[in-house]
């Protein structure tokens, strides 16, 4: 039990670290979460069966020296679960694709996780 605490305890001081030095600035930096397609419900015209959705995250590589680390995904109002979300850099833009039945897609919300030397910032977008 010792043990754990002890590796809680220097968890903590290091995440702490890595927030408590971004400046004003770095904190208050916009980056653009972009999301490209909508999830609504679409029948196939020759039948009642309903269409897959697809939806792209879009996201910088890099911002003012903020590199992406992780892309990560959860549903739901209280989030229990954050699931890391592959994604493939075109055009300097991380992307990554959901794709599922409406019912499937909604309530997602992606958080992309940026970092520098100093400083790591979680940027959150509802889907």
Same mark, same amino acid.
């Given at each position: 039990?010792?043990?754990?605490?002890?590796?809680?305890?220097?968890?903590?001081?290091?995440?702490?670290?890595?927030?408590?030095?971004?400046?004003?600035?770095?904190?208050?930096?916009?980056?653009?979460?972009?999301?490209?397609?909508?999830?609504?419900?679409r029948?196939?015209?020759?039948?009642?069966?309903?269409?897959?959705?697809?939806?792209?995250?879009?996201?910088?590589?890099?911002?003012?020296?903020?590199?992406?680390?992780?892309?990560?995904?959860?549903?739901?109002?209280v989030?229990?679960?954050?699931?890391? /979300?592959?994604?493939?850099?075109?055009n300097?833009?991380?992307?990554?694709?959901?794709?599922?039945?409406?019912?499937?897609?909604?309530?997602?919300?992606?958080?992309?996780?940026?970092?520098?030397?100093?400083?790591?910032?979680? /940027?959150?977008?509802?889907?």
């Amino acid at each position: 039990m010792h043990m754990r605490t002890l590796i809680f305890l220097q968890l903590l001081c290091f995440f702490n670290l890595a927030h408590a030095e971004c400046t004003k600035e770095q904190n208050q930096l916009k980056i653009q979460i972009d999301v490209i397609g909508s999830i609504s419900d679409r029948l196939y015209k020759n039948d009642n069966h309903p269409q897959m959705n697809r939806v792209v995250v879009s996201a910088p590589v890099e911002v003012e020296g903020f590199k992406i680390q992780r892309m990560d995904l959860t549903k739901g109002e209280v989030t229990e679960f954050w699931f890391p /979300i592959s994604y493939e850099v075109n055009n300097n833009n991380a992307e990554t694709v959901l794709q599922g039945y409406p019912s499937n897609l909604e309530n997602l919300e992606m958080a992309i996780t940026y970092s520098n030397d100093r400083c790591t910032r979680v /940027i959150q977008k509802r889907l």
